[in-house]
């Protein structure tokens, strides 16, 4: 534990925090202590790491429109990004895990290390506030920030919006042809991309591909699962 507070340089004052942002599910289950995980933590720990990154991006690009600055945050606290913060501070070594999950490799898992992150960041700001919890997040994310702001704002809009709702749900998109029409040679398809019961998008190009890119694009541009978190 302490070798891990070096490399993030904070101190826990409550080592108990740190202990449950790192205790897996599967070690809970085994000791039979269904309370004592980090699933908690990880929960609190999403929000405040889409609070900081939200305030940073907002400070530091004061030209991006809020389309622009939704994709860069999404980018952020995509499952990737929260596994590449996990293994720069090697984070996967420290976690408590069952024998069963150690032994399938569970430590390194990408959904493992991406809810440690969150439990983590979640476990600091119990412990000191967001003041530091947000220095915590910069300090890993910072390399990050500077990579995703240099780069086009425009990505692939299907990776872009499965990102964005499985951060909300933990359940993809789905897509679906619902119309074809026109010669063999010269076929168009229509598309719409579904969430659950919403549908989101719709989209019609020369390929299957292409008319789900064009509704995952109309989905980013319409953003209708914002109607369902207000509601």
């Known amino acids: 534990m302490e070798s891990l507070e070096k490399i993030i340089n904070y101190k826990f004052r409550n080592p108990l925090l740190l202990a449950e942002a790192l205790t897996h599910p599967s070690l809970a289950y085994e000791t039979h202590r269904p309370h004592f995980d980090n699933q908690r933590l990880e929960f609190l720990g999403d929000a405040v790491l889409q609070l900081v990154l939200t305030v940073e991006l907002f400070k530091r690009f004061p030209d991006f429109a809020e389309g622009a600055m939704t994709k860069l945050r999404s980018r952020l606290v995509s499952r990737d990004a929260l596994q590449e913060y996990s293994r720069d501070i090697e984070l996967g070594k420290y976690l408590l895990v069952g024998k069963g999950e150690d032994a399938s490799g569970g430590r390194e898992r990408a ?121």
């Open 111 to 231: 959904s493992a290390l991406a809810d440690a992150f969150e439990s983590l960041v979640g476990a600091v700001y119990l412990d000191s506030g967001l003041e530091e919890a947000g220095c915590f997040v910069l300090s890993c994310a910072s390399a990050k920030i500077n990579s995703v702001s240099a780069g086009p704002i425009e990505q692939n809009p299907k990776g872009e919006l499965q990102e964005i709702l499985q951060r909300l749900a933990h359940f993809p998109p789905a897509y679906f042809v619902v119309d074809e029409s026109g010669p063999d040679h010269q076929r168009i398809f229509v598309s719409v991309v579904k969430w659950g019961e919403l549908t989101l998008g719709r989209g019609s190009g020369s390929s299957k591909k292409e008319a789900e890119t064009v509704a995952a694009a109309a989905a980013l541009e319409k953003q209708l699962w914002n109607t369902l978190k207000k509601t």
